[in-house]
């Protein structure tokens, strides 16, 4: 196997505060009806800081856990991204408060440092980490993302949402969770729905984050579908195509050199972590150069011949989803500022799933004979794939929602493709939709092929943004209105309640139970996703959201496999050990939580402060904050 394949998430360590209070108790407190945070935000308890914890010392224990219990040598680690949103300082960043934990091995050399914006970092974080380790930057060390945060907010409706907790990423090749490439989307624009000007607390618009959050969700969803789409004719057309799953990573110029050691000592002689793939001692004359090429999927797509290219017999890519649905999922995981919303998202996604049912197929790609060969094949293909999948059809989904959303239940004739719509505009771009059109084009291009041409890749990826857009725009004026219509939204959760249970509820147990914790939220869902599944995540495909606000959101895939070592997955469920961890927890009243609220207030830009809350509190092993000095420099101890 080559030493760059399979990039993605090798391991999950958790961590949250010792100290909760109880939503349902915390009702009663505020004087509001019951029910309001455990049914209305769906929430069972919220974690939350005292003051002698804090963002820092919540990542230092985070980090430190992860390399003890896989037995990391600090000297491995090539590169630390954190993300957060909640740094102590305008300057330092908290990666270089988690330097003070490579200090005694002697390794300076680590790249990365923080990444802010909103609930957005770790992702951002994580997708930097996956990067250096595809470039020819890499030298052959793992990456770790920390994602450390808290949210608190002021008195009022937004409390009760807030949270706090860790989550520490080890990120390699020959990983258990690969992030599949070509398989990402993304949305970011300016807003302000939610930012931190100044003082302890954000500024909130709640209704209109909310809004945001949905329509970032329904963007980057309508884009990933758009995309398998697109690259399944692509792929077929061109199987070198950068789009084409299993592309080469690399430059074919130039490789990376990974340095694989296996005959230096382990740091630990019984450590079940695998050899390192880096060099203690670097002895350039021992080197391995791993040239990392396209997996068989494309080369097989390749050795295919002129059959898989002119549409006569095409055979879909391994991977390649040609009419991408939740149900090409295994398993959902979403950015959960509440549960409540986590349950709406994803009955949006399925409604965007009808939505999209009902729309005739379109072309995939355009440019060649080849690609519109194929793309009248995909094309047809797909809706035999969503007759299958949808036995009685779109129609029985008109009549359901014919009553609670009129406005929206046009029949599939009336519904138009998006290119359609916009084929005035893209025509220059050879976007046809008409089965007649598209048969004409393919008849000329039969009469005259020395005059056929393949697009250049910048025109093809115009092409594609274009299309993605157009069918984007569309949807987005079918669900402009519905986030209002709660007869909608109720029946959008009632036909999708069993998928829920079945793909997203086994990621949700954390943050349930600890509440929103900003850009640690998702690495959370995907560690109770574990706990709950282990070794039956192997072979699975995963769905993951993150958003966060200002705004900037994206989605992407991770496939589980079944890998041999300490990295297996039925080894990391023993390790996030959620429900035992959350057992441990001591509850705390109202008033208490009332209390710390007041005194982080007073802790904030502090100087020569020294916490009121005792470590003894505190489990084992667990970074605290002992000072701020009188510049302001905070110093740190663990418990022992």
């Known amino acids: 196997m080559d030493a760059l394949s399979n990039i993605g998430i090798l391991a999950v360590e958790p961590y949250f505060p010792s100290q909760f209070v109880d939503q349902a108790e915390l009702e009663k407190h505020d004087n509001v009806p019951a029910g309001k945070y455990t049914v209305g935000l769906g929430q069972t308890s919220m974690a939350f800081f005292k003051d002698q914890e804090n963002v820092v010392s919540a990542a230092m224990t985070v980090t430190q856990n992860l390399m003890d219990k896989y037995q990391i040598d600090p000297r491995s680690i090539g590169r630390l991204e954190v993300g957060t949103e909640s740094s102590i300082d305008r300057s330092k960043s908290i990666k270089t408060f988690l330097m003070a934990l490579f200090a005694d091995s002697g390794n300076t050399d680590i790249e990365g440092v923080d990444n802010v914006n909103a609930c957005y970092g770790g992702t951002a974080g994580l997708y930097n980490a996956i990067n250096w380790i595809e470039s020819r930057a890499w030298d052959g060390r793992y990456a770790m993302v920390v994602a450390s945060d808290e949210a608190v907010y002021a008195e009022g409706p937004a409390r009760p949402s807030g949270g706090a907790g860790a989550v520490a990423f080890l990120v390699g090749p020959n990983a258990p969770l690969v992030l599949e490439r070509g398989l990402t989307s993304c949305h970011m624009e300016h807003m302000y729905d939610f930012y931190k000007p100044a003082g302890v607390y954000p500024k909130v618009d709640g209704p209109l984050s909310l809004k945001c959050y949905m329509r970032a969700l329904e963007t980057c969803y309508i884009r990933l579908c758009r995309k398998a789409e697109v690259r399944t004719a692509v792929n077929i057309a061109n199987p070198r195509h950068p789009h084409a799953p299993h592309a080469p990573t690399h430059s074919p110029l130039v490789q990376p050199t990974a340095l694989v050691v296996n005959s230096q000592p382990k740091c630990d002689p019984n450590s079940s972590t695998p050899d390192l793939i880096f060099p203690l001692s670097p002895d350039p004359s021992q080197a391995q150069i791993s040239h990392t090429d396209s997996e ?180 987005h004026k079918q669900l402009a209105d519905t986030l209002s219509n709660r007869a909608l939204e109720k029946a959008m959760a009632d036909e999708s309640a069993a998928q829920f249970e079945a793909k997203v509820k086994p990621g949700c147990l954390a943050g349930q139970a600890l509440g929103n914790m900003y850009s640690a939220s998702l690495g959370m869902a995907l560690a109770s996703l574990i706990e709950a599944k282990g070794a039956g995540l192997e072979g699975s495909k995963i769905l993951v959201f993150s958003y966060g606000s200002g705004l900037a959101a994206g989605m992407f895939v991770l496939k589980g496999r079944a890998v041999p070592g300490a990295f297996a997955l039925h080894h990391l469920q023993s390790k996030v050990d959620l429900q035992d961890r959350l057992q441990q927890r001591t509850k705390s009243s109202p008033e208490e939580f009332a209390e710390t609220m007041h005194v982080l207030e007073q802790r904030f830009h502090a100087a020569e402060y020294h916490p009121v809350s005792s470590a003894a509190t505190l489990h084992p092993h667990t970074y605290y904050l002992k000072h701020i000095d009188h510049a302001y420099r905070s110093s740190y101890s663990r418990v022992d």
Do not use: W
């Open 296 to 475: 068989p999927a494309a080369a097989s797509a390749a050795a295919a011949g002129p059959a898989s290219l002119t549409g006569s017999a095409p055979a879909a890519a391994p991977n390649a989803a040609q009419n991408l649905e939740l149900s090409d999922f295994d398993y959902c995981c979403f950015h959960s500022p509440f549960h409540k919303l986590v349950r709406k998202a994803f009955a949006r996604l399925c409604h965007i799933d009808k939505l999209r049912q009902q729309r005739p197929p379109g072309p995939q790609a355009a440019g060649s004979s080849a690609s519109s060969n194929a793309s009248e094949t995909t094309g047809t293909a797909q809706a035999e794939t969503r007759q299958e999948r949808h036995p009685q059809g779109a129609q029985a989904h008109q009549d359901a929602l014919q009553a609670a959303h009129p406005q929206h239940t046009q029949s599939p004739s009336q519904l138009q493709h998006p290119c359609e719509q916009h084929s005035p505009s893209m025509s220059h771009l050879g976007m046809h939709s008409s089965p007649d059109q598209l048969h004409e084009k393919q008849r000329h291009q039969q009469q005259a092929p020395g005059l056929q041409q393949q697009p250049p890749p910048g025109e093809q990826a115009q092409r594609l943004h274009q299309l993605l857009e157009a069918e984007a725009a569309e949807l």
